[in-house]
């Protein structure tokens, strides 16, 4: 098992290693040029796009493709992985019209890296410090006789062969799915709850079951807690497959979905929802709702819901659901949820969805030599780290904070705008399933209490270009207009290590004021968390702001009067502020002199 300490010394060989650098070399490739010059193109094409598709930058030389990497990147060494395999089976695929080949991948190769080419046999060389970075993924053969007077050379293994951890035992990850299973066969197929502690497999034993009344017809996913708690969670259950099987039932209604889910996804970051927001949830899923109902009366299966983590909903959201359940959705659909928290209190926040709350207990639904074997217990308890290289410690904690925010259909889309390579990512989730870190590769979270903690400890300074990521896109989203300002979205950017710009600040406050969604804003006042996010400096201007804006458009002519009853701050250094503080003045003074009009008589 790799130790905390072994992760912190591969994260030590990211901080030391320097450029890496790839030089890879056909054997007689002038011959192949003249003979086969399709096959030789299209072997130089695959592999300059490999390279470039994890970051790499190429430049040809007459005997050689070179590039270098920058090893900062996010998943570096799995990446590395990906581009070696693929470069693998690019040759394999054509090894019976080749000659050989020689991939080497080191450091400072500009100096002996030719001599070293020409020199060794054919496959792929890495360099010992690139071994060792690689060594949870390849064994490698070591040095070669050949090389002894290159300067260098024996510090070279050949690969020998790729390694995927091994998939843990399903039975030890999930000890508790049969049981589950059965429980809700009895149950009829009764609207039912799994309630118990995280991570003890409820989600897969509901999954599974589920799996047994559909066959292969998917069903509608709402996870709370991930990307949120309120109303917006709703339209998360409109995944690419779902969208796909329900279009050919709301043909004369997809424009007008589509509308409404890119509305209510602006608002993703707001913890409030107005009367209007609220209206077009509603619309959204009643279209939903209607066009999938359709879909599995085709397909002869009942309609069925997943409402994952029900207790992190938060009270509109329960309000809306059970709206909805008791206008549409009662007499012919299924309902199936999770939450950790406890049971009897759930079925009562939720009353008229649940018919039946199952507590999922690890000490009765197992038997005792499961209890007692702790092998089992580092496969889904909270208690210990699992055993995976640094990089997808790295990358799982990336997904992590993206799905704090984000769909997972979104997660790969994300990624690739940040720059990071799709396929790179696809392999971590695969290692992580094998693992048992995650229990679904199409909603990767990790199965782990406190994971995001955890992971920033393992992984130091090394969290933060990943932090920088998450940040960089969600601001990048707010400027396409993907996500509409409000209070959360900049405690979001805070808690990830940075801060709004002024304007943006300035607009989510006013955003909130300007929706009756002002609440968390008050309360980030009281708390003292305001002036950690927007900055000390800017607190005393945009006080007032927030105060005298409120005042004119939610409150009376006496609160407003005692809102702007003392002197406006000082602005200069920042125009746009400057110029609020202008406007709520001039609508101030503007009332002022109505209500003298109306005193006076004038009309």
């Known amino acids: 098992m790799q130790t905390v300490l072994q992760i912190a010394q591969y994260i030590l060989i990211w901080d030391k290693i320097a450029m890496i650098q790839m030089l890879f070399s056909l054997r007689y490739q002038a011959q192949l040029r003249r003979t086969r010059p399709e096959l030789y193109k299209f072997i130089e094409n695959s592999i300059i796009g490999t390279i470039t598709e994890s970051g790499g930058v190429v430049s040809q030389e007459r005997r050689c493709i070179s590039a270098s990497f920058d090893e900062k990147a996010i998943g570096f060494w799995l990446d590395m992985l990906t581009v070696l395999e693929t470069l693998q089976k690019t040759i394999e695929d054509a090894s019976s019209e080749l000659y050989g080949y020689v991939c080497l991948i080191g450091l400072d190769l500009m100096e002996h890296g030719l001599a070293l080419v020409r020199a060794l046999p054919s496959g792929i060389w890495c360099g010992y410090p690139v071994q060792r970075a690689l060594s949870p993924y390849a064994v490698f ?10 300067p260098l050379g024996a510090e070279y293994g050949r690969l020998k062969q790729f390694q995927t951890p091994a998939a843990l035992d399903p039975g030890k990850l999930f000890p508790c799915r049969d049981k589950i299973i059965q ?13 118990g502690k995280q991570f003890i497999g409820k989600r897969d034993g509901l999954r599974r079951y589920i ?9 509608l996913v709402v996870t709370f807690g991930a990307g949120g708690a309120g109303a917006g969670c709703f339209i998360d259950m409109l995944t690419p497959e779902i969208r796909g099987l329900i279009a050919p039932y709301s043909a004369n209604s997809m424009e007008e979905l589509d509308a409404l889910e890119t509305a209510i996804f602006r608002e993703r970051f707001r913890t409030q929802y107005s ?10 899923l009643q279209l939903v709702f209607d066009a999938y109902g359709r879909a599995a009366h085709e397909q002869k299966v009942k309609p069925l819901i997943i409402l994952e983590n029900i207790n992190e909903a938060d009270f509109g959201a329960v309000q809306l659901f059970t709206f909805m359940y008791q206008k549409m959705l009662r007499i012919t659909w299924l309902v199936f949820g999770t939450c950790s928290a406890d049971g009897a209190a759930i079925q009562e926040t939720w009353n ?3 018919a039946q709350v199952i507590q999922v207990s690890l000490d009765e639904f197992i038997h005792d030599e499961f ?7 580092a496969g889904f308890l909270p208690s210990a780290a699992p055993d995976l290289p640094a990089d997808v410690w790295e990358v799982a904690y990336a997904i992590s904070l993206f799905r704090r925010y984000f769909p997972s259909a979104l997660l790969l889309p994300l990624f690739k705008e940040a720059g990071v390579n799709p396929r790179m990512i696809a392999r971590a989730v695969d290692i992580m399933v094998h693992q048992g870190l995650v229990d679904f590769r199409e909603d990767p979270l990790p199965r782990i209490s406190g994971f995001i903690a955890q992971a920033e400890r393992i992984l130091g300074e090394r969290k933060e270009p990943v932090r920088r990521i998450v940040w960089t896109r969600i601001t990048a989203w707010v400027n396409l207009q993907k996500l509409r300002p409000c209070f959360n979205l900049l405690d979001t950017l805070t808690s990830l290590g940075g801060e709004g710009s002024d304007s943006l ?7 909130d004021l300007v929706n009756n969604t002002y609440r968390g804003v008050e309360a980030a006042i009281e708390s003292g968390r305001f002036a950690e996010v ?3 400096g800017r607190l005393p201007l945009l006080l007032y702001i927030f105060t005298t804006f409120k005042a004119l458009i939610h409150q009376g002519e006496t609160e407003i009067r005692q809102a702007f009853q003392d002197p406006a701050p000082e602005a200069e250094t920042i125009p746009a502020y400057k110029a609020q503080i202008f406007a709520n003045l001039a609508g101030y003074h503007f009332g002022v002199s109505s209500r003298s009009a109306e005193a006076s008589g004038i009309s």
């Open 371 to 377: 209890i007692n074997d702790k092998s089992i217990h």
């Open 352 to 354: 008229g969805v649940f």
């Open 534 to 536: 927007t900055g000390s």
């Open 141 to 150: 053969e070591q040095g070669h006789s050949e090389t002894k007077n290159i």
């Open 505 to 511: 600040i300035l607009d989510s406050i006013i955003g």
């Open 183 to 195: 429980i809700l066969k009895e149950g009829g197929a009764r609207n039912a709850v799994l309630a």
């Open 211 to 219: 799996g047994t009344l559909l066959r292969d017809f998917p069903p």
């Open 275 to 284: 009367p209007y927001l609220l209206q077009k949830v509603r619309r959204f």
